[in-house]
Structures are given as structure tokens and as C-alpha cells.
Antibody, heavy 120, light 113 residues
Framework: EVQLVESGGGLVQPGGSLRLSCATS????????MHWVRQVPGKGLVWLSR????????IYADSVKGRFTISRDNAKNTLYLQMTSLRDEDTAMYYC?????????????WGQGTLVTVSS | DIVMTQSPDSLAVSLGERATINCKSG????????????LGWYQQKPGQPPKLLIS???TRESGVPDRFSGSGSGTDFTLTISSLQAEDVAVYYC?????????FGQGTKLEIK
């Protein structure tokens, strides 16, 4: 069974940093594109970033480019999102998702999310 | 970025009736070399992560009931629920994965009338 479990969320002050993790199991992590998507409570989904299977391609939404960094450790089957210079508007539920082995495919598996709250 | 616009923003349909949700992309998401539309539909129930229902505009994912269907091509797409069930109450999102940066529609909230 494919499983994605996010962690690392919590309360952080504006201007602070946080690293989210997404531990995976049930599939060959090193073969798949992975994504981060966020959702402000009560609002819609916003795609943030994706990374290819070996980490050589990283793509970001303009809204987080330069502040957020996606990475992965294929030996640990884990995806990361390093977030810096956090703002109030970064408060959201953050989901990791898996698409497929190929580029430009939909996100077929999702974690339950981890909540990030940016507040002083 | 490709802007995805869904209509309506909310929809109330009686049990057993048809529900139709539309999605329009700011540019075509049809890749002519393989004739595939890079468009997916997701369902999100309260307190749950999104679930992929349909990929490539019209391909139902494994386990998705056949009352869900997707249609359209190019810039205009439709998600249809042929006979609404109580468990279909959710927010539905379209997403394009044609461009380097993926984008979602704003969502359509589906309720029971």
C-alpha cells in the first residue's frame, strides 16, 4: 500500500524557517516524481513544487521561488520542503503527493498533510 | 502560468440527479503529439486530502465509480456525476499538468439539494 506521511509542521514566527518531511513507503520512491501542494484552511489547492526521481529537476511556483527548496533522500524514501522567510500567508496545510515515473502526470497519491502556522 | 477557471463555484443537486462541473484553461492543455489532454479532476472531502478521480481528462482512476466521467479537450472540460450519491458531497478541483508549473482551478463545492 502506498503511504505518504508528512511531518514537521507547527507554529513558527514570521521570518522564520521550517523543514517539512514526507516519509514514504509501499512503492519505489526513487522512481517517482514528487510534489508539494498547500491549502489555506477553507480555501483551494495551490501547487508549490515538484522534483524528478533523481533530484536533478526542481520546479517551483512563482509564489515560493527563492524561499522554498524541495529536496529528497532516495536512501531514506523521504521528500523534504525547506521553507524560509515565512510569511503569515504561508499558513496552510501542506501536502506531499506522488505522481508517476514520467514527467507531467497527475498526482495519484497524497499524504494527510501537516499544518504550518506562521504567527507572532 | 496557465489559469484554470471552474464554474460554478458551488452547486446543489438532488440525490440521483446529474451534477456537472466545468473547467476552462487559459490555454490549451492538449499535447498534439500524443493527443492527450493534461487535465485531472480531484475530489476532496472535509478533513481529507484530495483524491485523484480522473486523469488525461477522461480516464477514471482505479476504483472510481463509473458514475464519474470526464470529457472535453483543448481548453474546455467537464466533470459529470451521472447520479449523485450522498457520499459525493465534496469540493472538486481540476488541475492542469501540461505546463512546467501545475495549476488548480479554484474548486467547486457540491452539496445535496
Amino acid at each position: 500500500e502506498v503511504q505518504l506521511v508528512e511531518s514537521g509542521g507547527g507554529l513558527v514566527q514570521p521570518g522564520g524557517s521550517l523543514r517539512l518531511s514526507c516519509a514514504t513507503s509501499g512503492f519505489t520512491f526513487s522512481s517517482y516524481w514528487m510534489h508539494w501542494v498547500r491549502q489555506v484552511p477553507g480555501k483551494g489547492l495551490v501547487w508549490l513544487s515538484r522534483m524528478n526521481s533523481d533530484g536533478s529537476r526542481k520546479i517551483y511556483a512563482d509564489s515560493v521561488k527563492g524561499r522554498f527548496t524541495i529536496s529528497r533522500d532516495n536512501a531514506k524514501n523521504t521528500l523534504y520542503l525547506q521553507m524560509t522567510s515565512l510569511r503569515d500567508e504561508d499558513t496552510a496545510m501542506y501536502y506531499c503527493a506522488r505522481s508517476s515515473m514520467s514527467d507531467n502526470t497527475a498526482c495519484g497519491s497524497w499524504g494527510q498533510g501537516t499544518l504550518v502556522t506562521v504567527s507572532s | 502560468d496557465i489559469v484554470m477557471t471552474q464554474s460554478p463555484d458551488s452547486l446543489a443537486v438532488s440525490l440521483g440527479e446529474r451534477a456537472t462541473i466545468n473547467c476552462k484553461s487559459g490555454q490549451s492543455v492538449l499535447y498534439t503529439s500524443n493527443n492527450k489532454n493534461y487535465l485531472g479532476w480531484y475530489q476532496q472531502k472535509p478533513g481529507q486530502p484530495p483524491k485523484l478521480l480522473i486523469s488525461w481528462a477522461s480516464t477514471r482512476e482505479s476504483g472510481v465509480p463509473d458514475r464519474f466521467s470526464g470529457s472535453g479537450s483543448g481548453t474546455d472540460f467537464t466533470l459529470t456525476i451521472s447520479s449523485l450519491q450522498a457520499e459525493d458531497v465534496a469540493v472538486y478541483y481540476c488541475q492542469q499538468y501540461y505546463s512546467t508549473s501545475y495549476t488548480f482551478g479554484q474548486g467547486t463545492k457540491l452539496e445535496i439539494k
